[in-house]
C-alpha cells in the first residue's frame, strides 16, 4: 500500500463525503468520526460497504436480506466477493479481517480508495450525462431540422410547383410575355424601317432643296436678263420711232423727189428727143437713184431687225409668262410638299410618342416581370442554401450523432460485458462463501 496512486485522505474528509454522497437520511446523521477512528465499528464500516455496493450495482436493500440465516455476513460476503470492484479502486489486499475487525489506517486506505473510484465515477458520469444530453439535444435538433427541412422543402415544392388553379394565368403570362418580345422585335424592326426611310426622305429634301435653290438662281438671273432686255426694249422703240420718222420724211423726200423726178423725167422724156446732150442730169439723176435704193435697202434691213426684234421680244414675254406659271407651280407645289411633310412629321412624332410610350410600358413591364422572377430566383437560391446548409449541418450532426452512439455503444457493450462477468465472479464467489461459512459453522 506503499506505491498506491490514489491520495490517502483525512477522516473528517472521508466522513463528510460518505455522509454526503452514500448515505442517506438518518444513517447519514448517525454516521459520524468516532465510527472510524481511533476504533473503528465493524457494524458502522460493514454498513457503509453495504451501501457503497448499492449505489455502484443498483442493489435494493430486500436484496440483501433474502438469504435465511445470514442477515449480517450477507452483505460483508457480497463485498468480499466484489475483489476485481476493489482492484479497480486499486485496493489489491483486501481480507475478510478488514470487515470483521477493521482497522484505522487500513480502513482508511480503502475508503479512500472506493472515494477516488467514486470521484472519478462521478466525473465519468457527469461526462456521460453531458454527452447524453448533447445527444439529446442534438436528436432533438436533428429532428427539428428535419421538421424545418421537410417544411422548407414544402415551401420549395409550393413555390417551384405552379398551382394548378394558376397555371392558366402562368400560361397566359407566358404567352404574353411572348407575344410583347415579338411585338415589341416587330416595332423595332418597324422603327429601324421608318427611320431609313426618313433618312432618304432627307437626303431627296436636300436634293430637292439644291435644286430650288439653282432654280432660284437661275429664275434670278432671267429676271435680271428680262430686265437688261426690258430696258432695251423700252429704249429700241423709242429709236425705232425717231428712226420711222426719219424714215418717213425721206420717205416722202424721196417721194417728192421721185415726183419731181418724175415730172423731170416726163419733161426730159418730151424734151429727149430734143435734149440728148443732158447727160450730166441724167447722171446726177442715176446716182440719186442709187442713193434712194441704197437708203431703201437700208431701211428694208432696220425694218427686219425691228421685226426681228419684236419677235424676240414676244417670244421672251412669254417665255416670261411660262417662267411666271413655272414659278407659281413650284410654289404651289412646295408648299404642298411642305405642308404634306410637316403633317408627316406631326403624325410621325405622334406615332413615335405614343409607340415610345408603349414601348416604355412593355419594357416597365418587362422590368417588373424580370425583377420578380429574380426575386424568386433569389429566394429560391436562398432556400437552396439554406436547405444545403441544414442538410450539411444534419449530415455532420448524424455523423457526430453516430460517432457518439458508436462510443456509447461500445461503453455499454463493455460495461455489460464488464456486469456479466462481475455477476459471474460474485456467484462463485457467493457459493465459495457459503461453501467456507459452511465449514467455519463446522469448526465452530
Not at 231 to 251: A, F, G, L, R, T
Not at 318 to 331: M, R
Request: proline share 2%.
Amino acid at each position: 500500500m506503499t506505491e498506491n496512486t490514489f491520495p490517502v485522505y483525512k477522516v473528517d474528509a472521508i466522513v463528510t463525503f460518505f455522509r454526503t454522497e452514500v448515505l442517506t437520511g438518518q444513517e447519514a446523521k448517525h454516521f459520524t468520526k468516532n465510527d472510524l477512528a481511533p476504533s473503528p465499528k465493524p457494524d458502522a464500516v460493514q454498513r457503509l460497504y453495504m451501501r457503497i455496493l448499492q449505489l455502484l450495482y443498483r442493489f435494493k436493500p430486500e436484496c440483501h436480506y433474502m438469504v435465511s440465516g445470514y442477515t449480517v455476513f450477507h452483505p460483508v460476503c457480497l463485498f468480499c466477493s466484489r475483489r476485481q470492484f476493489l482492484r479497480m479502486c486499486y485496493v489489491y489486499d483486501f481480507s475478510l479481517n478488514d470487515l470483521l475487525a477493521p482497522k484505522v489506517k487500513r480502513t482508511v486506505t480503502i475508503l479512500s480508495g472506493i472515494m477516488n473510484y467514486l470521484h472519478f465515477r462521478k466525473q465519468r458520469l457527469d461526462m456521460t450525462m453531458g454527452h447524453q444530453e448533447r445527444f439529446r439535444e442534438d436528436m432533438d435538433k436533428l429532428q427539428a431540422y428535419s421538421r424545418g427541412t421537410k417544411d422548407a422543402q414544402k415551401k420549395m415544392d409550393k413555390l417551384t410547383t405552379i398551382p394548378p388553379e394558376q397555371q392558366a394565368e402562368a400560361r397566359e403570362l407566358d404567352s404574353a410575355l411572348s407575344d410583347l418580345q415579338t411585338n415589341t422585335m416587330h416595332q423595332y424592326q418597324e422603327v429601324n424601317a421608318i427611320n431609313e426611310n426618313i433618312a432618304e426622305w432627307k437626303t431627296e429634301m436636300a436634293e430637292k432643296s439644291q435644286k430650288l435653290t439653282q432654280l432660284k438662281v437661275d429664275v434670278a438671273t432671267l429676271k435680271e436678263n428680262i430686265g437688261k432686255l426690258k430696258s432695251q426694249i423700252v429704249e429700241s422703240p423709242e429709236e425705232m420711232k425717231i428712226q420711222m420718222e426719219k424714215m418717213k420724211e425721206n420717205v416722202k423726200n424721196i417721194k417728192l423727189a421721185i415726183e419731181t423726178a418724175d415730172e423731170r423725167l416726163v419733161g426730159l422724156q418730151s424734151n429727149v428727143q430734143g435734149v440728148t446732150h443732158s447727160e450730166a442730169d441724167i447722171q446726177l439723176i442715176f446716182k440719186l437713184l442709187q442713193d434712194l435704193q441704197s437708203s431703201m435697202n437700208k431701211t428694208q434691213q432696220h425694218q427686219e431687225e425691228a421685226q426681228a426684234l419684236v419677235c424676240v421680244y414676244e417670244a421672251q414675254q412669254k417665255e416670261l409668262k411660262n417662267h411666271g406659271v413655272e414659278e407659281g407651280q413650284l410654289k404651289r407645289s412646295l408648299g404642298m410638299k411642305m405642308d404634306k411633310e410637316s403633317k408627316q412629321h406631326i403624325r410621325r412624332q405622334k406615332k413615335k410618342e405614343i409607340k415610345d410610350q408603349y414601348v416604355e410600358d412593355v419594357l416597365g413591364q418587362c422590368d417588373n416581370v424580370h425583377q420578380k422572377r429574380e426575386q424568386i430566383a433569389d429566394q429560391i437560391q436562398e432556400r437552396d442554401r439554406d436547405s444545403q446548409h441544414l442538410r450539411s449541418q444534419m449530415t455532420n450532426l448524424r455523423d457526430t450523432c453516430s460517432q457518439e452512439t458508436e462510443k456509447a455503444q461500445d461503453l455499454f457493450d463493455r460495461l455489460l460485458a464488464a456486469l456479466d462477468h462481475f455477476h459471474k465472479r460474485i456467484q462463485n464467489h457467493v457459493v465459495e462463501g457459503n461453501n467456507d461459512i459452511v465449514k467455519m459453522t463446522a469448526n465452530f
